[in-house]
């Protein structure tokens, strides 16, 4: 069974930084889009980033010159570099992974991290 776990999540002032790791478990376990939503207090779930396997990057405009998504297809992992963080990224970030990119955009992926919470004071 693949499981998809998140770390780095923490507390941090407005302008700093923090990395948020994914770790995929599961033998033989290699999708072909890898990334992270999140979800603010009391909004919807939206897409911040996504890789897949050739390296193809996607980010919500919010996001694009301050966060960088990367992956290692060996280890099965994808991380989330966020810098000049801001009080409005504030949400719980998920991990998630999918065969179809089209799933994938849609935030119907066939697996999710159990999410980590990233809160940004100003």
């Known amino acids: 069974q693949v499981q998809l776990v998140e770390s780095g999540g923490g507390l941090v002032q407005a302008g700093g930084s923090l990395r948020l790791s994914c770790a995929a478990s599961?033998?033989?376990?290699?999708?072909?889009?890898m990334g992270w939503f999140r979800q603010p207090p009391g909004k919807e779930r939206e897409c911040v980033a996504a890789?897949?396997?050739?390296?193809?990057?996607d980010y919500a405009d919010s996001v694009k010159g301050r966060f960088t998504i990367s992956r290692n297809n060996d280890k099965n992992t994808v991380s989330l570099q966020m810098n000049s963080l801001k009080p409005e990224d504030t949400a719980v970030y998920y991990c998630?992974?999918?065969?179809?990119?089209?799933?994938?955009?849609?935030?119907?992926?066939?697996?999710w991290g159990q999410g980590t919470q990233v809160t940004v004071s100003s």
């Open positions: 599961g033998r033989t376990f290699s999708p072909y889009a």
């Open positions: 890789i897949t396997l050739s390296g193809n990057t």
């Open positions: 998630a992974a999918d065969n179809a990119l089209i799933r994938f955009k849609i935030g119907a992926c066939d697996y």
